[in-house]
T-cell receptor
Framework: EAQVTQNPRYLITVTGKKLTVTCSQN?????MSWYRQDPGLGLRQIYY???????DKGDVPEGYKVSRKEKRNFPLILESPSPNQTSLYFC????????????FGPGTRLTVT | GENVEQHPSTLSVQEGDSAVIKCTYSDSASNYFPWYKQELGKRPQLIIDIRSNVGEKKDQRIAVTLNKTAKHFSLHITETQPEDSAVYFCAASSKYGGATNKLIFGTGTLLAVQP
């Protein structure tokens, strides 16, 4: 089954404790991205990747890191989480660029206290 | 930067009525306009999209119209059903600030279909 998976689905952590949210897709998609969803703000792109070892900032990259060492995986790293990073995070993949259907993962609900 | 505005933020209709959600965008180079539906607690899923070389596209009860001159596009849902209740997001592609197209999303419309 073609899908995008994320782990963990729920995470409660404390300020400053490094964490990683994993994302994996099995559709051989080139383009992957991370979004955060906040009430009233819609979906905002954090980082995206055009292919292996090619990443670029989205609209809200501050406080986040990403890497793309393999085509199927695109982890999101929060080196020192802060309460303003409490949000719902979605990973997405598409065939190529943002001009194609984005397939979203199930989401990760992150709470930073 | 590129901006996508979406209205209304909430919409309540009676079952069987039509619903219309409108979006405007700022980047005149945008050429791809998808609509996503997000049911409560679920992930966004594409329901329809349109590219800039067409003005209208239909898929059963759903249609999207695009006016490139005015830089706005709309989602039309006819004969609404309770299962249409969800948050709907519009988006527009943009290369602004980057080397490749990315999607800029609107802020979402919560559609409630009353039985």
């Amino acid at each position: 089954e073609a899908q995008v998976t994320q782990n963990p689905r729920y995470l409660i952590t404390v300020t400053g404790k490094k964490l990683t949210v994993t994302c994996s897709q099995n559709m051989n998609h080139e383009y992957m991205s991370w979004y955060r969803q906040d009430p009233g703000l819609g979906l905002r792109q954090i980082y995206y990747s055009m292919n292996v070892e090619v990443t670029d900032k989205g609209d809200v990259p501050e406080g986040y890191k990403v890497s793309r060492k393999e085509k199927r995986n695109f982890p999101l790293i929060l080196e020192s989480p802060s309460p303003n990073q409490t949000s719902l995070y979605f990973c997405a993949s598409s065939l190529s660029t943002g001009n194609y259907e984005q397939y979203f993962g199930p989401g990760t609900r992150l709470t930073v206290t | 930067g590129e901006n996508v505005e979406q209205h209304p933020s909430t919409l309540s209709v009676q079952e069987g009525d039509s619903a219309v959600i409108k979006c405007t965008y700022s980047d005149s180079a945008s050429n791809y306009f998808p609509w996503y539906k997000q049911e409560l607690g679920k992930r966004p899923q594409l329901i329809i999209d349109i590219r800039s070389n067409v003005g209208e596209k239909k898929d059963q009860r759903i249609a999207v119209t695009l006016n490139k001159t005015a830089k706005h596009f709309s989602l039309h849902i006819t004969e609404t059903q309770p299962e249409d209740s969800a948050v709907y997001f519009c988006a527009a592609s943009s290369k602004y600030g980057g080397a490749t197209n990315k999607l800029i999303f609107g802020t979402g419309t919560l559609l409630a279909v009353q039985p």
